[in-house]
């Protein structure tokens, strides 16, 4: 008797089934596993009230404790739904000119310039549209409409008197100070969800000690949306946020902006920079970059201007660079100031290159000293050919290029070196003289704090204090490790002393006033090339010699009326010099 086996009706059908079950089994799986934190949330939706109580962000303060950045008094408009007493229509096409009018006067304008009424029309539209919306969720007790309304927009609303319709205090950045010091400062903006967010400067780098916690409060509600008053209720105290005081001294700054600003008209300069810092515990006492921006109206100015070129910019440093080989060689013995260079008569030949003198005049058997002094290329080249590749690239490491300063500031890049290996014969004595070698504004004057304070590497620093609560957290000078010893450092002092005394920009020494300093012309490289036209001019130093008060850098984009930093960035630091050292009252030597 032969066995029978299932039709093949009977498999399609157990195998249905078994799919259905698994799939019901997923199915269920899903709804009590992985959605189960999803449900619950949106089934407290239904019965709990929650409402976010904004924490005031910290204020920023000047040395002096004068504020830079606080917070001035604005407005939440919000809607109470249950009470309302108008169709949403009605109330919407009541408010929308008043927002309109103020969203357009934050985005819209620049200067004086007007609105065109059609455009207004159909924003006043859109904004209807969006009120209508917000004003017909069903699900909702409270919810905001608009956020820093101003007193006067504020008073034209509660004008209209509608039921339903209120405002609670809430702060907007203020800036009494305009837009003094804005790249070092940074902006608030908004983030994806549409919540403050500091961006770039100080705003960026202490956002989390700045913008506090914000406040909770949740309660039960019933079906018609109204509160329990019996039912359950939760809430969570706000914590404002920290306050910054820096270093910035508001005259220096005042006094950088409004010279920078001359220098890069005069000079017909596509942008400048200054970096004053304090060579005896790396406080940054001012930083400007022109052309600057409004942080309060950020939102008009392209982005490109947000851009703090002192840590954010590479560039070849050209002579300014010079301090630190020497500085090397000296440290390590491969020279000693009277050491005679023995390639500086004439043009120096490497590879397929011939290196030259900034001015083509030369200077036979000059010593260290005089190599400095008249920015001698050829007696860079002897000078990093006597130290060598090991200690040359050593040297600059330990000088803090290559690597980031950590300055609390957001945006800082690294400029970092090429890798001792790639170095060639060229490398070594083109970076000699500050050419094929990037550095950043704050590298370069941080290294040359160096050399002003005795040989102390210090990790530079804006913010001094930071005030939480009644505690007030100090920010203590931090030294990373000595570059140089005291006697090497003192020794390259003079040298740029004479070099102020003696060199190019002799004109422009102070009377009276011994500063140390040294001038710096570099091409800019484009595409692989030199740029014939295109400088970058600098120059740095600090005074007075002997005991620095200040350390400066000061940089000049593409001038245009002489390439040369001894004609362009090297009065730029002086005009600024003369004014610190009586505003410091500095005695003359």
Known sequence: MKKKHPSWRALSLAVIFVLLFCLVALRLFYWQVLARERLNDLAKGQYHFQKEIPALRGEILAADGSP????????????????????????????????????????????????????????????????????????????????????????????????????????????????????????????????????????????????????????????????????????????????????????????????????????????????????????????????????????????????????????????????????????????????????????????????????????????????????????????????????????LNNFGFGEQTKIDLQGEISASLRQREKWSEVDLVTAAFGQGIATTGIQMIRACAAVANGGKLLEPHVVEKIISGEKTIDIKPKVIRQVIQPKTAKIITEMMVQAVEEGEAKYLKIPGFKIAGKTGTSQIPVAGHYDEEKTIASFIGFAPASKPKFVMLVKLREPGTSPWGSETAAPLFFSISRELLIYYGVQPD
Request: proline share 4%; glycine share 6%; with cysteine.
């Open 68 to 395: 830079l950045i606080t917070n001035q008094k604005a407005y939440l408009l919000y809607s109470s739904l249950p009470n309302l007493n108008q169709p949403a229509e009605k109330i919407a096409s009541l408010l929308a000119p008043f927002l309109v009018s103020e969203t357009d006067s934050e985005t819209s304008f620049s200067g004086d310039l007007k609105i065109d009424q059609t455009i207004k029309k159909e924003k006043v539209k859109e904004e209807q549209k969006d009120l209508v919306a917000k004003l017909e969720l069903n699900d909702m007790v409270w919810i905001a409409l608009q956020h820093r309304l101003p007193e006067e927009v504020k008073q034209k609303i509660e004008s209209l008197d509608l039921k339903g319709i209120g405002f609670e205090e809430e702060a907007v950045r203020f800036y009494p100070e305009a837009s003094m010091a804005a790249h070092l400062l940074g902006f608030v903006g908004k983030d994806e969800e549409g919540k403050d967010i500091g961006y770039s400067g100080l705003e960026g780098f202490y956002d989390i000690e700045l913008k506090g916690r914000p406040g909770l409060m949740s309660l039960e509600k019933d079906a018609l949306n109204e509160p329990i008053l019996i039912g359950s209720f939760f809430s969570q105290e706000r914590k404002d946020g920290q306050s910054l005081i820096l270093h910035l001294d508001r005259t220096v700054q005042f006094i950088v902006e409004r010279k920078l600003k001359e220098a890069v008209e005069k000079y017909k300069a596509k942008s400048g920079s200054v970096v004053i810092m304090n060579p005896e515990n790396g406080g940054v006492v001012a930083l400007a970059d022109y052309p600057s921006f409004d942080p309060k109206k950020y939102y008009q100015y392209d982005k490109s201007l947000f851009k703090n070129s002192v840590i954010s910019d590479a560039y070849e440093p050209g002579s300014t660079f010079k301090i630190f080989v020497m500085a090397a060689a000296i440290d390590n013995k491969a020279v000693k100031p009277e050491t005679k260079c023995d390639i500086c008569d004439k043009p120096f030949k490497i590879d397929k290159y011939e290196i030259k003198t900034w001015d083509e005049k030369y200077y036979p058997n000059s010593n260290m000293s005089e190599v400095i002094q008249h920015s001698d290329n050829l007696g860079m080249v002897f000078t990093a050919r006597k130290l060598g590749f090991e200690d040359f690239w050593n040297y």
